[in-house]
């Protein structure tokens, strides 16, 4: 219930229906006062007091319900067709919810004969005020769809800027860290080293880097992208640290082929394998052995990074710069919905970094 209740929504429905009731009073209260016959034979109580006391008992709850019930409507995506169905029959209900209360009024105030209510009475009074009623229930979900929309489209543009501001950091740190200056000169070197030995390898490392960079440039704007283009990015990254790493380093890739169009945030692998190389690397342990699975679960996709390199401690398992950008980015994309964890592998040592997020085609 407090999931699906807003109270500003509410605060604005209650401030139609005040308007609503400004309106269709002041019009019985100007009738009286003209001597219309209509109203001139009846209390001033029953011009005004009555009916105002009468709706804003049973309309407010009433409003709350259709909040309930639209809102849950909304977050499910419920068809339209469904959705106006359940509404058409809500406004029924909430006619034959107000004549009730009338009646129900009427006989605890006005002292009325239950023996004189008839179902035919009670069935033509309703169809009588039903035109007024279901205005004021249109009234009602009118107010409450745009409200939602407004907000949506609030929502998406500042999620969106959030998301460039977070993709520029992410885009600037991955220059930063992993094609810095410092990187650069060791590829250079390593196909320097290569062209005598092995002149084709070498082209063919250079032309990795080339292709990695104009794939950083291309997806630069671009909050998800396929799985299968975020993991021809990290081929060309693989490959290079490759030859850095010559034989020490073996890297594993295990990905089913049914979410291979999955969407994942972009240069979401890079930061991750970066960590694990910074971490798995030591004076202890130069050789070191990788592997990245992207598997479904449920309805959530599991991205895991694990190595056999020696244990992290806590301290250090939150430290830099890229790994909080992810962690601010899943947070900006899936609103909490996503894990982000550390652990120590017990059992044969090493490190895994697991990830989960929805499953989103």
């Given amino acids: 219930m407090r999931k699906y209740w807003d109270k500003k929504l509410f605060l604005i429905l209650l401030g139609y229906m005040a308007t609503y009731h400004i309106v269709y009073l002041g019009r019985r209260i100007i009738l009286k006062a003209m001597g219309r016959p209509e109203y001139f034979e009846i209390s001033w109580w029953e011009t005004a007091l009555r009916p105002l006391l009468a709706n804003f008992l ?197 990905i089913d082929q049914s979410i291979k169009n999955v969407l994942v945030p972009s240069m979401l692998f890079q930061p991750l394998l970066e960590n694990s190389l910074a971490h798995g690397y030591s004076y202890e342990s130069t050789h070191l052995n990788i592997k990245i699975s992207v598997l479904p679960t449920d309805e959530h996709l599991l991205i895991s990074v694990e190595n056999d390199g020696p244990r992290i401690e806590g301290s250090v398992q939150n430290k830099g710069l890229g790994i909080q950008n992810i962690k601010d980015r899943l947070n900006t994309l899936f609103d909490r919905n996503f894990t982000f964890r550390f652990f120590n592998l017990e059992q044969n040592g090493g490190v895994r970094t697991e990830i989960k997020i929805p499953l989103l085609f």
């Fill in 58 to 254: 049973i309309v407010p709850p009433a409003i709350m319900l259709i909040i309930v019930v639209t809102k849950t409507m909304i977050d499910r995506n419920l068809k339209w067709s469904y959705m106006a169905i359940v509404h058409f029959i809500l406004s029924l209900i909430y006619s034959f919810v107000l004549t009730a209360f009338i009646y129900v009024y009427l006989l605890v105030f006005e002292s009325m004969n239950l023996s004189a209510i008839t179902l035919e009475d009670f069935f033509v009074q309703t169809l009588f005020s039903s035109n007024l009623n279901y205005l004021g229930y249109v009234g009602f979900i009118t107010i409450i769809y745009v409200y939602y929309y407004i907000e949506k489209i609030s929502r998406t543009e500042i999620q969106k800027a959030k998301l460039t501001q977070q993709l520029q950091a992410v885009r600037l740190q991955f220059l930063r860290s992993q094609l810095n200056p410092h990187f650069l000169f060791n590829t250079l070197n390593s196909i320097s080293s290569l062209i005598r030995e092995d002149t084709y390898k070498a082209q063919h490392i250079l032309g990795n880097l080339g292709d990695l960079l104009r794939e950083v440039l291309q997806t630069r704007d671009k909050n998800m992208i396929p799985l299968t283009k975020e993991m021809e990015i990290l081929e060309k990254y693989l490959e290079i640290m490759k030859t850095r790493f010559s034989d020490h380093l073996n890297i594993v890739i295990e």
